[in-house]
Structures are given as C-alpha cells and as structure tokens.
C-alpha cells in the first residue's frame, strides 16, 4: 500500500458537547455561551493521509501527512457590526457537501497536493480510497480527468468496501486524534477553529500514523479470516512493545555483526 492515499470528510466544532476541567476548590466552572445547540459552529473538513515512504536505506520520504482541508468559501461582509468592518473577506463554512464540493476539493487541494508532495523518485501510479458515499462521484469530465493524469501521474479512485469504516486510516483513528488535541483549544470565531485544526493535524505523532496502517493492515487479515464479513474486534497488536522489542534486537545484532532486516514500522 505504499502508493495508496485514503481521503474522507469529518466535522470539527468550534466546542464539544462535554469538556472536562480540573479545578481548584474556590474556581468557578468555566462559562461559554451559544445562541443555539442546533446551529453550534463547525466546519467539515476533508482530511488526506497516506503511508509513510521510505527509501532503500529506510530514509524517511514522505510522512503520509498530505494535508486536510476545510470546505469553506470566503466573502466579503455585507454589514458592519464590532468584530469586523463592513467589505471585510471572513470565512464561511459550507454547510452543504454535494458532488459538485466534493469535485472542487478535488481538483483545487487533493490532486495538486499529490502533485507537490510525491516523491520524484517513487513511481507515479496512484490509487486514492474513500468510501461510496452519495456525494463521492468520480468527475467525468475532460478537466478533471487530465488533472489526474497531469505531470506523469496515473491517479485512479476506488471505493472502499460498504458498512466498513475500519478500511480507512483516517476513520480507524486518525480523525480522532486530531480532534482530541484540536479540543485542548479554546477557539472563538470560525478563522480560529480552522486554524487550531491545522495545527492539530501537524502535531499529531508520525508514529501514530505508522501505527494506523500497522492496525489496518490486521483489520484486513481478520476480514479475510471472515470470508469478507465485518464482525471482528480490532486486533490489539501491542505494537509499540514488537517495536521496542524488534530495535533492540536490532541493536544487539548489529553489535555482534549480524545482519539484522530492522523494524518492521519503517
């Protein structure tokens, strides 16, 4: 799956439903209000990750982390009010996803981001996974099918099985991750939230992508095991213990002159 790259689509909200804090006895809780739980602010955005890429010497290429993107458009303000002038360009966020979105994000952020990022010396036939969902149509038409075929590339969609969100990386547990450390934030407009989401995504732990596609990878060999079926448990496969355990056996061999074949993460 080195050529493999998985997208897929998941709101952020600008303050979860619970929050917990730790405080001292005479601290007063602390208080946020919103006009309305129905229309809370939030954001969807598609997230793009790939297996990390090494080379023949186990130099790291690429970290897998390509990028995710909020689905927003930015106007100008029609009224003056305190927080911003009137003719001020402030984002919205687009509340509706339908295919002709998804084609946009497509062709203005995933295609090119793979054009800028891919390693030159990594062949150019790729394959981007996402689930069938309604809005997931692959473009027909003659411009998105040369962007895809742009600069030498070979990029082909697939779909991934229906009902199993355990074949994407970014459903497994990725999007979760990002989102418990975009919550450690306090964000107050729609600007700030995209921001702290972006930052989020860049501090999240390249180990924990390897780990992701470490457990997709398991989850496969159980769906096999189930002629196809999705009524598995994910594996626990204690991997940064087989980690831990397989460098220092690395280490001890190389120290004897034994020709070790490393760790199975890289």
Known sequence: MQQWIHIDEKWFFINPETRTFYLLPAEDNPYKAQQSKRFKIKVMFMGMIGKPLYDANKQLLHDGKY??????????AKKKSKNRDKGTIEAKAIQSINKEAIRDMLLNYVLPKIHEQWPPQLPKN?????????????????????A?????FNIQFVFQQAQSLDMNVLDLGLFNVIQSLQYQSFPQTLDDLIKEVEIAFKGFDLELNKYSWITLQSCMVEVLRRKGGNNYTI???????????????????????INCRGCFLS
């Open 126 to 146: 790729i394959t981007i996974q996402w689930d069938n969902a309604r809005p997931h149509q692959i473009p027909q038409d003659a411009e998105f099918q040369e």
């Open 235 to 257: 594996p626990h496969m204690k991997k940064k213990k087989s980690r831990q355990a397989r460098c220092s056996t690395r280490i001890a061999s190389s120290r004897q002159g």
């Open 148 to 152: 895809c075929q742009a600069y030498g």
């Open 67 to 76: 990028g995710l993107f909020p689905f927003v458009k930015y106007e100008e």
